[in-house]
């Protein structure tokens, strides 16, 4: 398993961005495809956005669609996600998890520690 490091939250304004970074490293440990989770106060935990092998992203949830960006960078074994027209509802916990696809689904088998994302009104 890969150790997975997310960094870049906090307190933003509705609105604002933010930029979250993923740090996956371990011995000769690549990157396959590449999740964000998050998990709003008091509710379950989503999917936000998925990237694959070739950097093709293929998944976003209908609520951020067009407002986030999910990248990564093979050379550095990072993953992004560019958060934008942040709203309150993007209030969450967010996970970054480095996996790989099982036909059309992503199974995520390491997972950070989690980084708060809180958007205020």
């Known amino acids: 398993q890969a150790r997975v490091v997310e960094s870049g939250g906090g307190l933003v304004q509705a609105g604002e961005s933010l930029d979250l970074t993923c740090d996956v490293s371990g011995i000769g440990f690549t990157i396959d495809a590449a999740g964000w989770y998050r998990q709003p106060p008091g509710r379950q935990r989503e999917l936000v956005a998925t990237i694959n092998r070739v950097g093709r992203t293929n998944y976003y949830s209908y609520s951020v669609k067009g407002r986030f960006t999910i990248s990564r960078d093979d050379a550095k074994n990072m993953v992004y996600l560019q958060m934008k027209s942040l709203k309150p509802e993007d209030t969450a916990v967010y996970y970054c998890?480095?996996?790989?696809?099982?036909?059309?689904?992503?199974?995520?088998?390491?997972w950070g520690q989690g980084t708060q994302v809180t958007v205020s009104s």
């Open positions: 998890t480095a996996g790989s696809f099982i036909g059309a689904e992503y199974d995520p088998n390491s």
